[in-house]
């Protein structure tokens, strides 16, 4: 991934720079599309940097992720059975909602009021200040009359 003095988007690269990361055009590319996307793995991440950016290979964006995750910009998501997925939307207690027969991946907002899904039942002396819980079911698209989903 090559630097780049000149960010398509600024306001991406300045968050790149306050994070304490170094700008690249690909981290800029990297970071707007895992916010324009849906919960994206890290091969379609990198198919969609590179319609932004051109060439870059699929560990670079790899490093690239961890560096973005490891800073706080990006959420990794990992479902049971699957790959890896990202997301921009993180400062938040949300959890996820998960089709088992196509993959679908979605947000859902945490309890609305008092978050119990952040009060454990026995804390064990940890000081708890995020939970992941994932939802599994049907989609809307996979749960129509005569659709059965995955094993």
Excluded: K, W
Excluded at 80 to 91: I, K, L
């Amino acid at each position: 991934m090559t630097a780049s003095r000149n960010s398509r988007n600024p306001a991406t690269a300045d968050e790149l720079r306050t994070a304490g990361l170094r700008v690249t055009a690909a981290r800029v590319a990297l970071l707007e599309t895992v916010r324009a996307g849906d919960h994206l793995d890290a091969e379609a991440l990198t198919s969609g940097v590179r319609r932004r950016v051109g060439h870059v290979s699929l560990q670079a964006v790899y490093d690239a992720l961890h560096a973005l995750t490891a800073a706080g910009l990006v959420r990794r998501i990992e479902p049971p059975g699957g790959a890896a997925r990202f997301e921009g939307r993180v400062g938040d207690n949300h959890h996820h909602v998960l089709c088992r027969s196509c993959g679908a991946l979605a947000d859902v907002d945490c309890a609305v009021g008092d978050a119990p899904c952040l009060t454990a039942s026995d804390d064990r002396g940890f000081v708890i200040d995020e939970a992941e819980v994932i939802y599994r079911g049907l989609c809307p698209d996979c749960s129509t009359p005569g659709s059965s989903p995955a094993p």
